[in-house]
């Protein structure tokens, strides 16, 4: 059974970066796309950034735009997510998952159908 690991996160202060990963065990498995989703409490989740697999195509959330980037590397079935310039409002547990149907709309956090158990970024003031 493929398995979504992801590490990385911790505290920084804002205007500081981390870089997530996400790994997978298990085996080798294809998907669609590919993204980080994060949530703050209270707050509903928000899908960060995808990733396309076959295009490599990325698409950003406007509060992270230019300060995040998403990667993969397919060698190391590792995705990623550099962050910097980070701001208190960015505190959340951060997600990986990843969409393994064909022609999912990647936009709509539903078609995930495989998550990792999230990894914690705290970004003080």
């Known amino acids: 059974q493929v398995q979504l690991v992801e590490s990385g996160g911790g505290s920084v202060q804002a205007g500081g970066s981390l870089r997530l990963s996400c790994t997978t065990s298990g085996y080798t498995f294809s998907y669609y796309c590919m993204g980080w989703i994060r949530q703050a409490p209270g707050k509903e989740r928000e899908g960060v950034a995808r990733?396309?697999?076959?295009?490599?195509?990325?698409n950003y959330a406007d509060s992270v735009k230019g300060r995040f980037t998403i990667s993969q590397d397919s060698a190391k079935n590792t995705l990623y997510l550099q962050m910097n310039s980070l701001k208190p409002e960015d505190t959340a547990s951060y997600y990986c998952?990843?969409?393994?149907?064909?022609?999912?709309?990647?936009?709509?956090?539903?078609?995930?159908?495989?998550w990792g158990q999230g990894t914690q970024v705290t970004v003080s003031s």
């Open positions: 998952a990843a969409a393994r149907n064909y022609g999912s709309n990647c936009a709509d956090l539903r078609v995930y159908n495989i």
């Open positions: 990733i396309y697999n076959r295009s490599g195509n990325t």
